[in-house]
């Protein structure tokens, strides 16, 4: 298989996007102040601690860089550490019980027909803007309740928020905290975007995720406005770019490995491997982070309380000591234990769902245009972040 990151170019940060191996699967960077995890093990045993590893980065990142968030993170889950985590997350979870996914699959479908139609007969079309995007856009704005022709401006927001090339650290310089600053401003719009639709479902309550959450309650006592608003904007950006990303990953895939494109198109009960295997080659969301609540030994290496981990999502699904042939791309892979969706109480809740329009999307684009191939002349573009791995544009020849 051709080497995707040498031949479009992706980023250098991400080495094993390069077929290269980590120095040591537990490493401090002095630039930086994280400590790394590359392993599959380690990267395990610390999603599956949030007692030792807690979610709540925020607290120690503004205490080192003498930052203010206020309410800026009140609600959102990707913060949050047991037991108020649980259960704000069992009330979500009903939004995502397997009969209320399968459920899906019909408008999906629909959905996915009406944004093709608008590409039809065209001999080149940009996948993301024409289908990886809008597709999971409308299904989660659907279900929280929002509308769904607003997704426009949620798209102009969010690539906003990930439009940012700087690695995470301990120490920001001025650029960064700009650059964070900037982040938040624009997570505050759609934060009040969301929470001027919670406050109209306060007064007339609909069946929607959005009054799940307004009327929902936490030990006696409702989630505040700014915790709903919160809570929503990590549904509605979650909901969806992981997914668009999963969707363009897994054909750019297909693109570099003709023989996989062959077999699934003759055999589409193929297709839910290859998603598999696209979500641990090129994992969307490829860095987490989380921060020792106490001095703890992992790999060999102690490290001290309170500090932030990097926990590299993306070369752990490289690990030589869990998968063979690691870089290689490989439909037939079995078993495939990728932790591309997280692993422990913040596995991705969506998860399901993302799974589900991808195989809906992308059996019936295959259905659709017999001839799809990446465009030399009009090369991926990536979005920036390093967190991330995904395709920004994605730009296919139809015949």
């Not at 045993?45 to 800026?72: K, Q």
């Not at 590299?312 to 690691?326: C, H, L, M, S, T």
């Not at 191939?373 to 544009?393: C, I, M, Q, Y």
Request: hydrophobic residues 40%; negative net charge.
């Amino acid at each position: 298989m051709t080497n995707l990151a040498a031949k479009w170019g992706m980023d250098e940060s991400h080495f094993w996007l390069h077929g290269q191996e980590p120095q040591e699967i537990v490493r401090f960077d002095e630039q930086t102040g994280l400590w790394n995890v590359y392993g599959h093990a380690e990267t395990l045993r610390i999603l599956e601690d949030p007692t030792t590893f807690s979610s709540n980065t925020a607290r120690v990142f503004a205490a080192d860089n003498d930052m203010d968030f206020g309410d800026a993170f009140a609600g959102n889950p990707t913060q949050m550490d047991p037991p108020f985590h649980g259960k704000l997350r069992r009330l979500v979870s009903r939004a995502f019980t397997p009969k209320t996914v399968a459920d899906l699959a019909p408008r999906i479908a629909a959905l996915t027909h009406e944004l093709l139609d608008e590409v039809a007969g065209r001999d080149r079309v940009e996948i993301v803007s024409a289908l990886a995007y809008h597709l999971p856009v409308i299904v989660i704005a659907e279900l929280l309740g929002v509308p769904a022709g607003d997704r426009e401006l949620f798209k102009d927001w969010v690539e906003k928020i990930f439009d940012n090339d700087q690695q995470m650290s301990v120490k920001q310089t001025e650029e960064q905290r700009r650059e964070i600053e900037e982040g938040l401003e624009l997570s505050r719009k759609l934060h009040d975007y969301l929470r001027g639709h919670a406050d109209e479902r306060r007064h007339t309550p609909r069946q929607d995720l959005l009054t799940g959450l307004v009327e929902a309650e936490v030990d006696g006592e409702r989630l505040t406005p700014t915790e709903v608003a919160n809570f929503a904007n990590v549904l509605l950006i979650g909901g969806h770019v992981t997914t668009t990303m999963l969707m363009g990953n897994t054909l750019l895939c297909l693109d570099a490995e003709p023989d996989a494109d062959a077999r699934v198109r003759a055999d589409r009960s193929l297709l839910p491997s290859v998603i598999e295997e696209s979500l641990r080659y090129l994992t969307p969301f490829a860095s987490l982070y989380r921060v020792t609540t106490t001095d703890v030994e992992i790999a060999g290496q102690r490290i001290p309380k309170d500090r932030l981990v990097g926990v590299r999502i993306g070369a752990a699904n490289r690990d030589k000591r869990v998968f063979e042939r690691p870089h290689t791309f490989d439909p037939d892979r079995g078993p495939n234990p990728h932790i591309g969706f997280g692993r422990g109480i913040h596995f991705c809740i969506g998860a399901p769902l993302a799974r589900l329009e991808g195989r809906i999307a992308l059996d019936i684009l295959l259905d659709r245009f017999p001839v799809l191939r990446a465009d030399p002349e009009n090369p991926p573009t990536f979005l920036p972040s390093p967190d991330l791995t995904g395709v920004k544009t994605l730009t296919l020849l139809t015949s």
